[in-house]
């Protein structure tokens, strides 16, 4: 069961990084395996409980992945120089329409399931 489920998720992560390569293009294969689990769940081709218990665990570690991108910044934090009123500004208007699109989008299923 579990090895089904990594197998799965693995799987569509590494169809996302083959479309990359094969389409040539800079969008991160990861990003393209997540649109294509999220295609694949919503047209019930994988069910949730297909791959429940190893998406709990990642969900569960998931403050771990961002260490290496903190790292990376802290090692090249000189060729930020001059532009941390930018980094910061951009920083704060992202994490703002991040979080208000994420409402509406949550507010929208909530209320299409409601009816």
Do not use: C
Not at 53 to 74: E, Q, T
């Amino acid at each position: 069961m579990l090895i089904k489920e990594i197998a799965i998720i693995l799987g569509i992560y590494f169809l996302g990084e083959a479309l990359v390569y094969v389409l040539d293009t800079k969008f991160p294969g990861s990003v393209i395996g997540m649109l294509l689990l999220l295609a694949a769940l919503h047209l019930k081709w994988i069910k949730i409980n297909d791959i429940r218990l190893v998406s709990s665990f990642l969900l569960s570690y998931m403050p771990l992945f961002f260490i290496p991108a903190g790292v990376s910044v802290m090692v090249t934090y000189t060729l930020m120089e001059g532009f941390y009123l930018q980094i910061v500004l951009i920083t704060l208007v992202s994490t703002i329409l991040v979080m208000a699109l994420t409402a509406f989008v949550v507010q929208y299923f909530v209320q299409r399931e409601k009816s």
